[in-house]
T-cell receptor, first 110, second 113 residues
Framework: GQNIDQPTEMTATEGAIVQINCTYQTSGFNGLFWYQQHAGEAPTFLSYNVLDGLEEKGRFSSFLSRSKGYSYLLLKELQMKDSASYLCAVRSEDTDKLIFGTGTRLQVFP | ETGVTQTPRHLVMGMTNKKSLKCEQHLGHNAMYWYKQSAKKPLELMFVYSLEERVENNSVPSRFSPECPNSSHLFLHLHTLQPEDSALYLC????????????FGQGTRLTVV
């Protein structure tokens, strides 16, 4: 079956670092995506990993281990505006469809 | 602003009504998608269009009927919906079907009463 797991909610303090984990079991693998979605707004693309390792983009980094079926999104120097839901999605190799997790709601406190 | 515009932003409809959701993109993208986002559930892919042809129908009930008249516009026609169809309906587009980045609209919040 297809399954994406990520924590439902996380909290962190402004200026801190937070790591949001995502584990997946899918029929084949053709890339992992992270999206950010503020309440009432469109999801926006953050990162794409298809090879193992760390992809850094400013304050955000995403890591992938294909052998472990595991990814994380690392947010550094947290700001209040980072309070949002973070969606992990995997593209299945068999169907090329994007399978989404339920999202992790991150709240950043002062 | 992602370049993908959805109207209306909010819609309340009765179970016997017929309504349509509209999505528009002028990004020059060739692929467009309808997703359903329910509370505490993952985003669910409903339909995929590539170059105005439907390439994916993800076992969606026939009370949802998509239409793609051209590469810039995508509609979702709704009729005889059920209360459990209440959700946020998101449209997305990407350059091609397997592009690494998709751009989402802000969604239509649908409530079926």
């Amino acid at each position: 079956g297809q399954n994406i797991d990520q924590p439902t909610e996380m909290t962190a303090t402004e200026g801190a670092i937070v790591q949001i984990n995502c584990t997946y079991q899918t029929s084949g693998f053709n890339g992992l995506f992270w999206y950010q979605q503020h309440a009432g707004e469109a999801p926006t693309f953050l990162s794409y990993n298809v090879l193992d390792g760390l992809e850094e983009k400013g304050r955000f980094s995403s890591f992938l281990s294909r052998s472990k079926g595991y990814s994380y999104l690392l947010l550094k120097e947290l700001q209040m505006k980072d309070s949002a839901s973070y969606l992990c999605a995997v593209r299945s190799e068999d169907t090329d469809k994007l399978i989404f997790g339920t999202g992790t709601r991150l709240q950043v406190f002062p | 602003e992602t370049g993908v515009t959805q109207t209306p932003r909010h819609l309340v409809m009765g179970m016997t009504n017929k309504k349509s959701l509209k999505c528009e993109q002028h990004l020059g993208h060739n692929a467009m998608y309808w997703y359903k986002q329910s509370a505490k559930k993952p985003l669910e892919l409903m339909f995929v269009y590539s170059l105005e042809e439907r390439v994916e129908n993800n076992s969606v009930p026939s009370r949802f009927s998509p239409e793609c008249p051209n590469s810039s516009h995508l509609f979702l026609h709704l009729h005889t919906l059920q209360p459990e169809d209440s959700a946020l309906y998101l449209c997305a587009s990407s350059q091609e079907l397997l592009s690494t980045e998709a751009f989402f609209g802000q969604g239509t919040r649908l409530t079926v009463v």
